[in-house]
């Protein structure tokens, strides 16, 4: 029989990578994030902000909107959008850039929100899955995935419907081998992969159709 | 007193037709609130410290320090010193903070001393299970040893399918608020009416104190009928908090603890005359799910569907510390199914013939349904060009892509389970369906709103349907084993027809007829054979007063709407590098019956979607178990690999419905039958393209290597 073992809590969880970053001090453009724990340990390169680890107030500009928060700067910015900003339709899955649940714009690019810490994305144009949408108009590409039931739980379908919209703005004639590779940043548990293909070949054909919508 | 039935097929203008999902827009645009999407006035976040060992004594436990935590609301420890912990990442104590760093921080500060206790968690080797192996349980029919000593060729064989998780995408969990002595719980589940209950007996409150909330859950698969200890924990948390608590489980503890399919392996042998003709089944299989061990039912699940009249089988259930096994869409059946049917393509190879020819030629042991699956399995072969381009096991092309097809039948129940639907006719048109069910991204909402619309012969915009709110509405059965279909699009159907009978006797009057010669189609309540004389719907309802329509429509109930049991063939053509070991799919057709289909368009989705999830435990999905830690390698997404987009080639769907019988059989869930056939028949066409079996599940590069330089077993 093993002897007791003196065991601290916190090596029961395993070292996430972003888990890393945030406890070890991540350099920044604008700054450095530190925690209670590694303030002492961090080494602060000269000439270099240091953010935290108490709360700090930001600016994000997020569909279009700037909004002021004040928050942890360990806070990730699919954490501001969804418990500051209530900005819900990006989901936290896997929490580690695998599963594209979190899906947003950076700039009009796809981006894992997961992995940005809210601090780091000060500066850039976020758009969320409910900014694609104008004035209660669903985007054509929101529009294609409801017509092709491209969707069951719907966990994955925000993300995977900025994903799309985002591969169709850099591939506006795709064929369907592009298609899964394009969105293969993205995964669907219910088995939705059918519908989203023939969405976005709708939306394609919609968008060439001189119906394209910002 | 309305006659209990379904429309005739010709006077449908809803039911079978393609209709988009209600839900749709809100889940595409972001505006589809999951419980995990919730924030309640003050809300705080939960977070468990969880054991690292697979087996352990707890020794010490000490919080004061995390209860001093800045932002740090409650800390509840939930196991004393000398409990004895059965699986990694068991709770052991919970923090609510204000947000879910806080709580991280603070379990960290947490003093805790545990005893480490030898452990089990892999199964495979069952020479190695030791005191965890249960004692057999054995089932005999016929005369296997005579029909053996008569068979004319034998096979014997060793398969094996591994534990894989659920994997919600959104992971169990809850939004709790207390009100004094009233709770209202958020939860994700797939039993919106029965869970109430669960928190009851263990809060010590009346079960009326509870009311529970959700409109929509992110994946359920079979793993979230339970309040959970979870759920009732963070009940408890946040009465000492004296706020609200959102508690969502991390990846890890999701994929580890949240949910698992058990494992099922077994060695087989087979014996059949030279023309094919089974006549001998021997079984003994072995799996586990967990602390309640596993392995498959000997009297029921094999062999599967192909029912082999003489047969000895022996199961053994190996406990192991690992999370415990929940249901899994068609529990048994996707491990029976690949159990048996590798086993049996297995000796049509060694017969020489054609798999789909010794199927048929067996057909009649799969009972009632055997004249369905022959056509069923005609058809996938037609759709796969089955004759073209099948050919004796061993893919004899030149070059390392080598081709194959395998197939596989099913079958489930799928009956509707009790519910109760309340159906409102307003005096201004308006209608309603308020039933405590949930949908689980399965098309529920649709379904129901379809079944309502056409009885009253409104579109599907005429009718609002309310569900996910309990007791606020009607008891509904949890959603699980294909029957909420059947469930609430019967009590639906009962009830709108109650609610229409009790309209047709308002306006018949007016019409100056019986309220027997009234029907409701196209807007319009208007007499039988004379549609001219007729009241638009809401001119009808107007006479309605101050007073509604509110009738409950029940199942069961009377009248034949809903119906049990279902075949259903799949067919794989894929293609198997013998230089990476690589398997793709080319082509993946599935023929599925399930009676009268409501919704076209969200049915075909249930079985692409079953397709997809198969090929994931065909080639992907597994639970892997470190034996020196007893720890799960892959509990996050990375490792544990789902389907992705670019891995399902072409997915062909074809609902039977050719025989005219299948829609007079009424409604019959799908949610589970087309999830039980894709490893069986993937794994056959592996073994048809490279010439050897690849007994263990996934198939993976390494596995098909193994298999191909005859070093494939159950324990690599």
């Not at chain 2, 009928?225 to 009732?232: R, V």
């Not at chain 2, 053509?573 to 070991?581: A, I, L, P, R, Y």
């Not at chain 2, 009424?666 to 048809?688: T, Y």
Request: proline share 5%; charged share 20%.
């Amino acid at each position: 029989m093993a002897k007791p073992d003196d065991q601290e809590a916190g090596s029961s969880a395993q070292v996430s990578r972003r888990g890393f970053i945030k406890g070890a001090g991540a350099v920044l453009s604008s700054g450095i994030v530190a925690t209670t724990e590694v303030l002492e340990a961090a080494q602060t390169p000269a000439g270099a902000k240091l953010l935290g680890p108490g709360k700090v107030p930001i600016t994000l500009r997020v569909n279009g909107v700037a909004k002021s928060l004040n928050l942890e700067p360990r806070i990730t910015l699919l954490e501001a959008l969804r418990d500051e900003l209530e900005l819900t339709g990006a989901k936290k899955v896997c929490d580690r850039s695998v599963c594209g649940a979190c899906t947003v714009l950076i700039n009009g690019k796809a981006a894992y929100a997961c992995a940005l810490l809210a601090v780091e994305a000060q500066g850039k144009e976020i758009t969320t899955v409910e900014g694609l949408t104008k004035q209660d108009q669903l985007h054509p590409m929101q529009q294609a995935f409801v017509d092709n039931d491209a969707q069951q739980c719907g966990y994955c379908t925000p993300g995977f419907v900025v994903a799309a919209k985002a591969f169709l703005d850099t591939h506006p004639n795709p064929t369907t081998e592009q298609i899964r590779k394009g969105l293969g940043g993205n995964l669907c548990r219910c088995g939705t992969y059918a519908g989203i293909t023939r969405a976005v070949l709708q939306a394609a054909k919609q968008q060439k159709g001189g119906q394209s919508h910002a | 007193m309305p006659e209990y039935k379904w429309p005739e097929a010709k006077q449908r203008s809803l039911i079978g037709k393609r209709v988009s999902r209600l839900d749709g827009p809100d889940k595409v645009s972001g505006k589809a609130k999951y419980s995990s999407d919730l924030k309640r006035p003050g809300m705080l976040f939960g977070r468990f410290l969880r054991c690292p060992y697979a087996h352990a004594k707890l020794v010490s436990l000490d919080v004061s320090a995390a209860e001093r935590v800045p932002g740090v609301k409650a800390v509840m420890t939930l196991k004393e010193p000398g409990a004895e912990i059965q699986w990694a990442l068991d709770e052991i104590a919970v923090v609510a903070a204000e947000n879910e760093h806080i709580a991280e921080d603070a379990l960290r500060k947490i003093k805790v001393k545990y005893e480490k206790l030898p452990h089990l968690v892999n199964e495979a080797d069952l020479s190695k299970a030791g005191k965890w192996a249960k004692k057999p349980t054995e089932h005999l029919q016929g005369d296997p040893d005579k029909a053996f000593q008569e068979a004319e060729v034998t096979h014997e064989g060793e398969y094996g399918i591994p534990v894989i998780a659920h994997c919600t995408l959104e992971p169990h969990g809850q939004v709790v608020e207390w009100q004094d002595q009233n709770l209202t719980v958020y939860p994700s589940t797939q039993n919106v009416s029965g869970m109430a209950q669960q928190y009851a007996q263990p809060l010590q409150i009346p079960t009326g104190n509870i009311k529970v909330r959700m409109d929509h859950v992110g994946g359920g698969f079979g793993s979230k009928f339970g309040a959970d200890s979870w759920g009732i924990q963070s009940a408890q948390l946040a009465k000492k908090a004296g706020a609200p608590l959102k508690t969502f489980l991390e990846r890890e503890a999701e994929i580890f603890v949240a949910g698992n399919r058990p494992s099922a392996f077994a060695k087989i042998k087979v014996g059949a005359k030279k023309d094919g003709t089974l006549v001998a089944w021997q079984s003994e299989t072995w799996g586990t799910g967990g602390p309640t061990g596993g392995g498959l039912s000997v009297t029921e699940v094999i062999p599967y569907v192909v029912n082999v009249p003489n047969a000895r089988k022996k199961n053994i259930a190996v406990t192991t510390h690992t999370g415990a096994q929940r249901a899994w869409r068609a529990p048994n059946h996707p491990q029976a199914c690949y159990l048996t049917m590798s086993a049996l393509e297995d000796m049509a190879a060694k017969l020489n013939m054609d798999a789909l020819d010794f199927f048929v030629k067996n057909i009649a042991l799969t009972g009632e349904r055997s004249e369905l699956y022959r056509k069923e399995l005609l058809k996938a072969a037609e759709l796969i060009d089955w004759k073209k381009k099948w050919h004796p096991r061993g893919d004899t092309t030149p070059g390392h892509i080598k081709q194959g097809l395998g197939l596989s039948i099913h079958t489930w129940g799928g009956r509707g389970h009790d519910c109760e639907a309340r159906i409102t006719i307003n005096a201004d048109g308006s209608t309603s369906v308020d039933i405590g069910s949930q949908d689980l991204g399965t098309g529920t909402r649709t379904v129901i709103a379809m079944v309502a619309a056409e009885t009253f012969g409104l579109p599907v915009s005429g009718v609002k349907v309310n569900i996910g709110r309990s007791p606020d509405y009607p008891n509904a059965g949890a959603s699980g084993g294909s029957t909420t279909v059947g469930g609430v699009s019967s009590a639906t159907r009962r009830g709108a027809l109650d609610a229409l009978d009790q309209l047709f006797a308002k306006v018949a009057p007016s019409l100056g007829v019986e309220p027997a010669q009234l029907e409701a189609a196209g807007g319009k309540i208007q007499v039988k054979g004379n549609p001219t004389k007729s009241l638009t719907w809401n001119q009808a309802t107007a006479k309605l007063g101050v007073t509604p329509i509110t009738v409950s429509g029940k199942n069961p109930g009377p009248g034949n709407l809903i119906n049990s049991g279902v075949g259903g063939a799949q067919m794989a053509d894929v293609s198997v590098d013998t230089e990476t070991g690589i398997v793709k799919l080319n082509k993946f057709v599935a023929v599925q019956d399930c009676g009268m289909i409501i919704n076209q368009k969200t049915a075909e989705s249930q079985v692409y979607g079953a397709m997809i999830m198969g090929i994931g435990y065909s080639l992907f999905e597994e639970r892997i178990m470190d034996d020196v830690t007893g720890r799960q390698l892959n509990a996050n997404m990375e490792f544990y690999k789902l389907t992705g987009i670019g891995d399902t080639g072409e997915l062909v769907v074809h609902m039977w419905m050719e025989d005219p019988e299948q829609d007079a059989r009424g409604v019959i869930g799908l949610g589970e039958p087309p999830v039980v056939s894709p490893a069986a028949a993937i794994g056959n066409a592996v073994a048809n393209a490279i010439g050897v079996r690849v007994p263990l599940a996934p198939f993976t590069p390494y596995r098909v290597l193994a298999a191909l330089e005859k070093k494939g077993g159950l324990t690599s």
